[in-house]
């Protein structure tokens, strides 16, 4: 059975700093599109940012200034660094992984950013 484990997140006051980190069973881990989406209290599951299997790349608009997500496939994890946090990045934050049929997420981590 696939899992996708997070842990990292907590309280953290604005301006302040955390790293997500999703571990995944998966055995073809290097080969899947690994992502973050967040879900602020009220709104909807948004996306956060995606890394291949080439390590490339992107970002919801806004967040790239702030956001790095990276992945070691030799520990099969992905991470997501958060600095210069803001109330509005409060929010339950999912490990999402993807590979042609494959789409499987983990049961969220939250992350509260206040004083």
């Known amino acids: 059975q696939v899992q996708l484990v997070e842990s990292g997140g907590g309280l953290v006051e604005p301006g302040g700093s955390l790293t997500l980190s999703c571990a995944v069973s998966?055995?073809?881990?290097?080969?899947?599109?690994m992502a973050w989406h967040r879900q602020a209290p009220g709104k909807k599951r948004e996306f956060v940012a995606n890394?291949?299997?080439?390590?490339?790349?992107i970002y919801a608009d806004g967040l790239e200034s702030r956001f790095t997500i990276s992945k070691d496939d030799a520990k099969k994890t992905v991470y997501l660094r958060m600095n210069s946090l803001k109330p509005e990045d409060t929010g339950v934050y999912y490990c999402?992984?993807?590979?042609?049929?494959?789409?499987?997420w983990g049961e969220g981590n939250q992350v509260t950013v206040s004083e």
């Open positions: 998966l055995s073809r881990f290097s080969l899947y599109d």
């Open positions: 890394v291949d299997r080439s390590n490339v790349t």
């Open positions: 999402n992984a993807r590979l042609r049929g494959d789409n499987c």
